[in-house]
């Protein structure tokens, strides 16, 4: 379900709801029946007006429909009372990409860090869902004068809040000294929204086996490796891919695995061209960078999914002159937006890595004589 407010026309809310359909299909859900409505402001008890609650209502009975998910972001009162006028269970696009994050989470950090967003997406929920946690054990001491189960469980989700950020702080400590034990060696970061494959890159430019596919969210732990390009050594990461509407305690829970951006040397932003808001897309990265203090670094853009571009831009009757044309001026425009800093590809086919490689190296080596200017280092 998503709300066309002012400012926003019903092809941009379709097109979030396609990426919300994404994120559902990456959770293990199907999505059936997409809905939409224009609201100057949404409705402070139900998001929606009335009206539309009644539609989703009667498609909910004829389908047996069993999640019903918005685009935006909900208050607890506000799921509540959807849910009891539609008998279903109710989430927020939030609550969807922390289930995701929940569910792809392997290591220590980013199993504690999607715990800690969780519970700090349901605190301020707490009071208008009502989703009781446990029971307070009986006792002298264990409950004081007066304090109803709704405190009780406030405090309960403080505790665990709290216990998190500790458990946090201890794990960031032992990636801080990892990170300190690389030594000189140049930092590069691989940066980009959610599926644009920067994993499949990753895996090309340091021939290791990061996983990568079709999903959002694919990788959420930061993976580095060594890679040596003509004698040239430096240290290549994969990080989280960024997402629009990205919850914030999610941002601020994964701050610590963003680390790897904020102390790179060099930026690879990663864009899949054949999207049809890849434009939107970079504004959210660039945002993103920006919240990490992480804008200011050399940037090289990479437009990945080249194949994908043309597959869905040139009809078999085009000339290859005109489909020259049409490349020629895509990438006029990029450099002239980049200054010069971008390099197309396509990671599937493997185009241009020769290319892509070559293009890093000479950056990789520009920041070795910057900062080592009297040294001759590794090459």
Known sequence: MGVIQKNQTETQVLEYLDELAFLADTAGTKTLKIFTQKLQHPDSKT???????????????????????????????????????????TIDRSDLILDIFARRARTA?????????????????????????ERQGGGIGTRGPGETEIETDRRIVKDKISLLKKK??????????????????????????????????????SKSDVFAENKLFATLDTTTRKVVFENTPFLLSDTVGFIRKLPHHLVESFKSTLDEVREADILLHVV?????????????????????????????TIFNKMDLYEEK?????????????????????????TDNNCIFVSAVEKRNIDGLRNFILIKVREMYQIRYPYKTIYF
């Open 47 to 89: 998001f929606v007006g009335k009206g539309k609650l009644e539609e989703i209502k009667n498609y909910i009975q004829t389908k047996n429909i069993g999640l019903v998910i918005f685009d935006d972001e909900l208050t607890g009162s506000q799921i509540s009372n959807i849910e009891k006028e539609l008998q279903t269970t």
């Open 109 to 133: 950090q980013a199993k504690v860090q999607v715990e800690l967003a969780q519970y700090q997406y349901l605190l301020p929920r707490l009071k208008g869902m009502w989703k009781h946690l």
């Open 168 to 205: 946090l702080s201890e794990i960031d400590k032992q990636s801080f000294t990892q990170r300190k034990d690389r030594g000189e060696f140049i930092r590069v970061s691989l940066v980009g929204y959610t599926n644009v494959g920067k994993s499949t890159i990753m895996n090309l430019l």
């Open 272 to 300: 899949d061209i054949s999207h049809l808001q890849h434009e939107e897309q970079i504004g959210t990265v660039n945002k993103t960078l920006q919240e990490l203090k992480a804008f200011n670094k050399p940037i090289l």
């Open 313 to 337: 831009n040139f009809d078999n009757w085009l000339d290859e002159e005109v489909k020259q044309d049409i490349l020629q001026e895509l990438k006029e425009k990029w450099e002239n937006n």
